[in-house]
């Protein structure tokens, strides 16, 4: 069962070759065999899922089933879950259960989605490595000795390693696309205001969004449907139709302009990931796509922009974690200015610290026009490349990352060196486009990740471009050898 993809899994449950139950269970055992190694889950909630099976099956019999109905998720430890604990990877939130559910899970919920746990991350999705959690490192399936990426690490393995069939992440710099790529499977990361940011508990909430982590793009279209949408909650979420992301998977890419960024494929990526683009490139060639070199000359200035404004925006969302309201309370504070220090001293891990200081000084009043100010207007100039190639393409095609999987601990004393593996995807996020990882290869033996990003709203081309590179290709069909036992 571990090989199916969604559609195939939802035909096997109506046909009743097995049920929800069985599969729920299925993928229960396979996270009781695995997950000891690779610590894709904070918290794993059989009890509930397999009630939630059962509901499922009784809709399945009573013909009420829709294409989700049935199939198991897990959720990036971030999304609110009820009465769920729901830790962001934190000790500041390791005993906070939920209230209430994130819109998305909600309404993943009502399509008839078991939940079988909650996944690894970097605490407050702070990382590119998972190695920032407060529960410990997750691992990539492909090297137990290299990490998978993050943020939405555990998310991510969850699925390559198939202790899920499919599982949410979110994506704030590149947290959905860079452990997709590193782990060899896809993950999309919608229009910003595309899909609920309510009950996905903020990072930095000008550029968090929610998306999927699938096999294919055809599983990440069918989860996208059920999450997307308007939601009165989010004030920042957008009313404008969805789209049927399957209805198109199938359209022809002939005359279709694919943009190669020159700033993407410089000095700093990996020669054996600039090839594996290559002959991604030259399958689309044969799909019929033309290809256009373009430029985003602010590129560059992608990094030094998103790490100001991200840490201002956590400094301030993450001023509600104080030892009143959520979560952890120091012991005995003497008084209440001491109770503030001391929770939020032991509470938060080293990169939240850092990231909370660096955006605190970028806000105070003398330094805000000179970084923050500054930084929003390079947001703005960044934006303006994408408006000006997206009149000459319709999507644009690169690396994800400018480098494979990395060991463990190579680069927990150098935030800079691990800064820069986001040097390709968070350029969108300060647009507020949508992007997708797609695997595409293998280089140093381990996987590699197309990006294709697409103009605002534009997931559905994005996913029939993704999909018609997987109808002609394999890469998305290679799974960890060491996970590979069992039907
Ligand atoms: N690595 C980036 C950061 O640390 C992006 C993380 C994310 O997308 N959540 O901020």
């Known amino acids: ?44 909630t059989d009890d509930q899922a397999l009630a ?30 009820d009465g769920v604990r729901t830790s962001c990877a934190s000790k500041m939130l390791d005993n906070f259960i939920a209230p209430y559910n994130a819109t998305v899970v909600e309404k993943l919920t009502a399509a008839g989605m078991p939940m079988l746990g909650k996944t690894n991350m970097d605490e407050f999705a702070m990382g ?55 782990t060899g499977i896809s993950g999309i990361k919608p229009t910003y205001g595309r899909v609920s940011r309510f009950g996905m508990i903020a990072y930095a909430s000008s550029l968090d969004q929610g998306g999927v982590f699938g096999k294919s793009a055809a599983d990440c279209a069918l ?14 979420s957008i009313e404008i139709d969805v789209p049927d992301f399957s209805a198109g998977l199938n359209d022809s890419l002939k005359g279709v302009k694919i943009g190669l960024p ?16 290559d002959s991604a490139i030259q399958e689309y060639k044969k799909l019929g796509a033309e290809i256009v070199e373009i430029s985003l000359p602010n590129t560059h200035l992608a990094i030094p922009s998103y790490y100001v404004i991200a840490p201002a925006e956590a400094s301030s969302n993450l001023s509600r974690f104080d030892g009143v309201r959520y979560g952890y309370r120091c012991e005995d504070p003497k008084d209440l200015t001491d109770m503030y220090m001391r929770t939020r001293g032991e509470g938060f891990g080293t990169e939240v610290k850092r990231r ?41 095609m690169g690396p994800v990352s400018p480098e ?43 996987p590699v990740g197309l990006q294709i ?35």
């Open 262 to 277: 020159k700033e993407f494929f410089g000095e700093g990526l990996d020669s054996a990931i600039a090839d594996v683009i």
């Open 52 to 81: 939630a099976a059962k509901s499922a099956d009784e809709q399945i019999a009573s013909g009420e089933a829709g294409p989700l109905t049935g199939i198991p998720i897990a959720y990036k430890d971030l999304f609110c879950t």
């Open 1 to 44: 069962m571990k090989d199916l993809s969604l559609s195939e899994l939802s035909a096997g449950l109506s046909a009743g070759d097995f049920s929800s139950v069985e599969l729920t269970q299925y993928f229960l055992d396979r996270i009781k065999q695995y997950d000891d190694d690779l610590n894709a889950y904070i918290t794993v």
């Open 356 to 396: 909370i200081m660096t955006g605190t000084y970028a806000l105070s009043a003398g330094y805000y026009d000179a970084y923050y100010l500054k930084a929003q207007k390079v947001r703005r100039l960044i934006s303006n490349d994408f408006k000006a190639a997206f009149e000459q393409v319709d999507v644009i």
């Open 404 to 446: 494979t999987a990395f060991k463990i601990g190579a680069k927990t004393d150098d935030p800079i060196s691990m800064y820069l593996a986001d040097i390709y995807t968070l350029s969108l996020n300060l647009a507020g486009l949508p992007g997708m990882s797609v695997p595409a290869g293998m280089a140093n033996n381990l």
């Open 453 to 487: 990003i697409g103009q605002s709203f534009d997931e559905a081309k994005i996913l029939n471009i993704a999909y018609q590179y997987q109808q002609v290709t394999d890469w998305h069909k290679q799974a960890p050898t060491a996970f590979a036992e069992g039907k």
């Open 223 to 236: 989860v996208l449907q059920g999450m997307a949408g308007f939601d009165p909650k989010d004030s920042t």
């Open 128 to 182: 590119s490595s998972n190695e920032n959690s407060y529960y410990g490192a997750c691992k990539n399936p492909w090297d137990l000795e290299r990490v998978p990426g993050g943020s939405s690490g555990g998310s991510a393995v969850a699925v390559s390693a198939q202790l899920a069939p499919v599982s949410l992440g979110t994506d704030t710099g590149g947290s959905i696309r860079q452990p997709a790529s590193l």
